[in-house]
């Protein structure tokens, strides 16, 4: 076994066993290369002062090689906080400023103990590496019947999991918590469960309430008791777009070191909440009461990322930092949130109004990109193909009742004309 391998699973199962329980075979078998071409030529960008010839990028002038053309477009940046490999882990400047954002949104991690955010390939990045990390073939992943399907082709397909569904909602509307709890602990046998958070929900819209979020905290605690590893992601790709009454910070806070056998994982970036979905910039970070094993997990994730993509793209990296760092941020990103509140208030209008109630109901929603309608006389599919060759409306089905409306991509003005073209479609089908 090669020897840093051996002391990062040394240290795991010395300062928690039962998190080197929760390693998948290839979680217990990666590591992250200190002595290789990264480390040499790390070590020689701050010693070798007359001539770097380590690490293969190109260089002119003093500065990373690069065509006028392209520079041209992005002027206002240094050459070489654009074409340089930003390290494996990331942007070392990204990572804290999006650990002091953390910070800041969090108050339930006052006097907790969670690592440095790793930076990612966006959430489905961050999703793939915890999945290479903590999930094995037939491992179970407990989701909501409500989820996003890149779930089952992040966990089932890709690692061979067993997707484990409870309803998203109870008989009142609101987030089914004796549903997660039942689920986790029907994994007593196994002692294992990966559990995927994901508020503001994606299809739905739906985050919980205070007291829900406590209900789910309490569930997993259980679980926890009942000598059940659990492994906690939390999908926060949403984070932010809380428009109503609901929790205001991510489960991450309340979760992180509840309990030994508790692993909690935050998978979130600048994707969805600075609209940026381009930029492919997300990050995953780890909870755990002992900086050690932080520091190992972290070694490990980088070893992913070293065995897949090497690193993250470096300009995007940049161009999310100073974003964040700009005196303009906090009001411009003001500016978007409202206008996505309105979008959803608008569409809870048109719904509230009973024009549309014979033709369905809507789920639950308070938050987020999106709301579904569970149809009561068509079939979503049937419904979604028609609304495209007849109306020339997007929508998303999502088997036999639930048809997806993101509110995020039309404007305010057309949400009415939107679903009145979504009914006129129900109609249509019911007298073919």
């Given at each position: 076994m090669n020897s840093l391998l051996k002391q990062?699973?040394?240290?795991i199962k010395q300062e928690n066993d039962y998190v080197y329980s929760m390693l998948s075979s290839l979680g217990k078998a990666i590591y992250f290369p200190k002595e290789g071409i990264l480390s040499q030529s790390a070590e020689a960008k701050t010693k070798a002062k007359k001539f770097n010839a380590t690490i293969g990028i190109a260089t002119e002038n003093g500065q990373p090689m690069h065509l006028q053309l392209i520079q041209e477009t992005l002027s206002a940046y240094d050459p070489k906080d654009l074409y340089e490999y930003a390290p494996p882990a990331g942007k070392p400047e990204l990572r804290s400023v999006w650990r002091?954002?953390?910070?800041?949104?969090?108050?339930?991690?006052e006097g907790k103990t969670f690592s440095n955010p790793i930076v990612t390939n966006a959430l489905t990045h961050g999703l793939s590496i915890a999945a290479d990390l903590f999930v094995d073939s037939n491992d179970v992943i407990i989701v909501p019947d409500k989820n996003w399907e890149n779930y089952e082709i992040t966990f089932g397909i890709r690692r061979g999991a067993k997707l484990v569904n409870y309803?998203?909602?109870n008989s009142v509307g609101k987030f089914n918590a004796a549903g997660l709890k039942d689920a986790i602990l029907a994994q007593k046998d196994s002692g294992k469960a990966v559990v995927l958070l994901n508020f503001p929900n994606n299809p739905t819209g739906y985050t919980p309430g205070t007291e829900e979020g406590e209900e789910i905290v309490t569930a997993i605690l259980e679980g926890a008791k009942a000598g059940i590893n659990?492994?906690?992601l939390i999908d926060d790709a949403y984070y932010g777009l809380f428009f109503e009454d609901s929790i205001r910070e991510s489960?991450?806070?309340k979760l992180a070191n509840i309990h030994p056998r508790v692993l909690a994982v935050k998978i979130d970036g600048a994707t969805k909440e600075k609209y940026v979905w381009g930029f492919r910039v997300g990050f995953i970070t780890f909870a755990a009461q002992s900086e050690p094993l932080l520091l190992a997990l972290e070694q490990k994730a980088m070893g992913i990322i070293r065995a897949t993509i090497s690193s993250g793209p470096h300009p995007s990296q940049t161009f999310v930092l100073k974003a964040l760092q700009s005196s303009e941020y906090t009001t411009q990103k003001h500016?978007?949130?409202e206008i996505m509140k309105n979008r959803a208030n608008r569409v809870k209008?048109?719904?509230d109004s009973g024009k549309y109630n014979d033709a369905w109901d809507y789920y639950p929603f308070n938050s987020g990109y999106f709301m579904c309608l569970k149809l009561k006389t068509v079939d979503a599919e049937t419904l979604r193909i028609h609304l495209l060759e007849k109306y020339g409306v997007g929508t998303i089905a999502l088997g036999v009742t639930d048809l997806r409306v993101a509110f995020s991509c039309v404007e305010e003005t057309d949400l009415e004309e939107l679903f009145e073209n979504i009914y006129q479609?129900?109609?249509d089908i019911a007298t073919i």
């Amino acid at each position: 076994m090669n020897s840093l391998l051996k002391q990062l699973n040394h240290t795991i199962k010395q300062e928690n066993d039962y998190v080197y329980s929760m390693l998948s075979s290839l979680g217990k078998a990666i590591y992250f290369p200190k002595e290789g071409i990264l480390s040499q030529s790390a070590e020689a960008k701050t010693k070798a002062k007359k001539f770097n010839a380590t690490i293969g990028i190109a260089t002119e002038n003093g500065q990373p090689m690069h065509l006028q053309l392209i520079q041209e477009t992005l002027s206002a940046y240094d050459p070489k906080d654009l074409y340089e490999y930003a390290p494996p882990a990331g942007k070392p400047e990204l990572r804290s400023v999006w650990r002091k954002k953390i910070v800041a949104e969090t108050p339930s991690l006052e006097g907790k103990t969670f690592s440095n955010p790793i930076v990612t390939n966006a959430l489905t990045h961050g999703l793939s590496i915890a999945a290479d990390l903590f999930v094995d073939s037939n491992d179970v992943i407990i989701v909501p019947d409500k989820n996003w399907e890149n779930y089952e082709i992040t966990f089932g397909i890709r690692r061979g999991a067993k997707l484990v569904n409870y309803p998203l909602y109870n008989s009142v509307g609101k987030f089914n918590a004796a549903g997660l709890k039942d689920a986790i602990l029907a994994q007593k046998d196994s002692g294992k469960a990966v559990v995927l958070l994901n508020f503001p929900n994606n299809p739905t819209g739906y985050t919980p309430g205070t007291e829900e979020g406590e209900e789910i905290v309490t569930a997993i605690l259980e679980g926890a008791k009942a000598g059940i590893n659990v492994v906690v992601l939390i999908d926060d790709a949403y984070y932010g777009l809380f428009f109503e009454d609901s929790i205001r910070e991510s489960l991450f806070g309340k979760l992180a070191n509840i309990h030994p056998r508790v692993l909690a994982v935050k998978i979130d970036g600048a994707t969805k909440e600075k609209y940026v979905w381009g930029f492919r910039v997300g990050f995953i970070t780890f909870a755990a009461q002992s900086e050690p094993l932080l520091l190992a997990l972290e070694q490990k994730a980088m070893g992913i990322i070293r065995a897949t993509i090497s690193s993250g793209p470096h300009p995007s990296q940049t161009f999310v930092l100073k974003a964040l760092q700009s005196s303009e941020y906090t009001t411009q990103k003001h500016e978007k949130y409202e206008i996505m509140k309105n979008r959803a208030n608008r569409v809870k209008q048109i719904l509230d109004s009973g024009k549309y109630n014979d033709a369905w109901d809507y789920y639950p929603f308070n938050s987020g990109y999106f709301m579904c309608l569970k149809l009561k006389t068509v079939d979503a599919e049937t419904l979604r193909i028609h609304l495209l060759e007849k109306y020339g409306v997007g929508t998303i089905a999502l088997g036999v009742t639930d048809l997806r409306v993101a509110f995020s991509c039309v404007e305010e003005t057309d949400l009415e004309e939107l679903f009145e073209n979504i009914y006129q479609g129900v109609k249509d089908i019911a007298t073919i």
